[in-house]
């Protein structure tokens, strides 16, 4: 089993509705973050979570919440979606207070999102 | 503020040619860089890493070396196989761990 897992993978929906991907990991990271993949620009960061309780605003947020629930999960919500937020979502996880500390990130599979 | 360049694609080769994609980054202090490569279908994962100056990061053959003085981390490896076909991602990172900065990614194509 993957160690950062999202779901769904594939998501096709329509302007105006509410969307949720999901994220879980079983590394036991503390930092958990939201990127969004889109052709000629890059990973662009939403949102970025360092415990619990900390919530941060990436340099895209704008139409997007987030919800950490737990350490080992990370939402994100498009509370109306819009076509243009047609793009390939990641999340990943990072270790930055563990022994194991490398300064890597640890991505999942990916969510291809799809508004019509 | 802090950013990464990276030389765009699509890069096409032949199998068994020589690779280099150019990386380039603005920062201040010292961060670690990284180059995260990502397969058809599937999320990124580290290629390789250097976490200070003049630092040579190694895997799969692949190879970048941390350069201060012209700020670059560029990747090569000296004979590319049809398997190395992906997009390969140029990273750093600040000490603090705050947040990544990622380049727009290199399409290599490697044709039998």
């Known amino acids: 089993d993957a160690d950062v897992t999202q779901t769904p993978r594939n998501r096709i929906t329509k302007t105006g509705k509410r969307i949720m991907l999901e994220c879980s990991q079983t590394k036991g990271h503390d930092r958990m973050y939201w990127y969004r993949q889109d052709p000629g620009l890059g990973l662009r960061l939403i949102y970025y979570?360092?415990?619990?309780?900390?919530?941060n605003k990436g340099e895209i947020s704008d139409g997007y919440s987030v919800s950490r629930q737990a350490q080992a999960k990370f939402s994100l919500s498009l509370e109306s979606a819009i076509p243009n937020q047609t793009a390939l979502y990641f999340c990943a996880t990072s270790d930055f207070r563990g022994r194991s500390n490398t300064g890597e990130l640890f991505f999942g599979e990916g969510s291809r999102l799809t508004v019509l | 503020g802090d950013s990464v360049t990276q030389m765009e694609g699509p890069v096409t080769l032949s199998e068994e040619a020589f690779l280099t994609i150019n990386c380039t980054y603005t920062?201040?202090?010292?961060?670690?860089l990284f180059w995260y490569v990502q397969y058809p279908g599937e999320g990124l994962q580290l290629l390789l890493k250097a976490t200070k100056a003049d630092d040579k990061g190694s895997n799969k053959g692949f190879e970048a070396t941390y350069r201060k003085e012209t700020t670059s981390f560029h990747l090569e490896k000296g004979s590319v196989q049809v398997s190395d076909s992906a997009v390969y991602f140029c990273a750093l990172v600040k000490n603090t761990g705050n947040q990544f900065y990622f380049g727009t990614g290199t399409s290599l194509t490697v044709i039998p």
């Open positions: 979570s360092f415990d619990v309780k900390d919530i």
């Open positions: 920062a201040t202090g010292y961060p670690s």
